[in-house]
């Protein structure tokens, strides 16, 4: 299972990590280019490719343990968006789980204090204007609701708490509507961005997941 991280990434979803290997799964979690230490600039267009870099390493024969035929992406918020992105065009993976996800990126620039304080400072290369004119540039090509119907017929899972500041429900479910079955899609009443209070039903909710893919 690769978990994929949002933007910068404060939840890195260890816990998820934890809980699948309890049940026979090994995870891996990793850093985009240009975030964590990661070398390089962050460029948003270049991390679905990084996520295909990261399977070609699982699949590469240095991990035994690892299985190159059973992968799973998990993302959150950003990394949702990149989950997505990335299964529809890569058939490697069995199946996509997503919470808080990111639908749509562009259509309102963020403030500039808030990628100064939220964003930036895990971020090489990043300033307002660059990542404003980034999430300007991403053509349909990157864009969930336009791309998430290429999942199937590999079964896609959508979680989103119904108190999101970051990524409403309503987002949830347009990309729900727009991907084709198999799907599902899971409300956690009272849960915020992350899940915040959440965690122990989310993490129990993906270990049945897996079982049934």
């Known amino acids: 299972a690769l978990l994929l991280h949002g933007c910068p990434g404060f939840e890195k979803n260890h816990d998820i990590a934890y809980a699948l290997r309890l049940h026979g799964w090994n995870s891996l979690v990793f850093h985009y280019r240009g975030c964590w230490g990661s070398e390089g600039d962050y460029i948003l267009r270049t991390i679905p490719t990084d996520v295909q870099a990261a399977m070609d390493d699982l699949g590469s024969g240095k991990y ?3 299985d190159p035929t059973r992968l799973l992406l998990i993302g959150s918020s950003l990394g949702s968006w990149a989950a997505v992105l990335s ?19 562009g259509a309102t620039p963020y403030p500039a204090e808030v990628i100064e304080s939220t964003f930036a400072p895990w971020l090489r290369g990043i300033t307002p204007e660059t990542f404003n004119a980034q999430t300007a540039a991403l053509g349909e090509e990157f864009q969930p609701l336009h791309q998430v119907h290429k999942i199937a017929p590999r079964p896609l899972l959508i979680i989103n708490g119904d108190d999101d500041p970051w990524t409403p429900l309503a987002g949830a479910q347009k990309l729900y509507e727009a991907a084709s079955d198999p799907k599902q899609l899971v409300v956690v009443p009272g849960g915020n961005h992350y899940l915040s209070w959440h965690r122990q039903e989310l993490c129990e909710m993906l270990v049945k997941w897996v079982t049934t893919v």
């Open 64 to 66: 035994p343990q690892v």
């Open 87 to 105: 299964a529809a065009i890569d058939p490697r993976p069995l199946a996509v789980a997503v919470y808080g996800a990111a639908t749509r990126l």
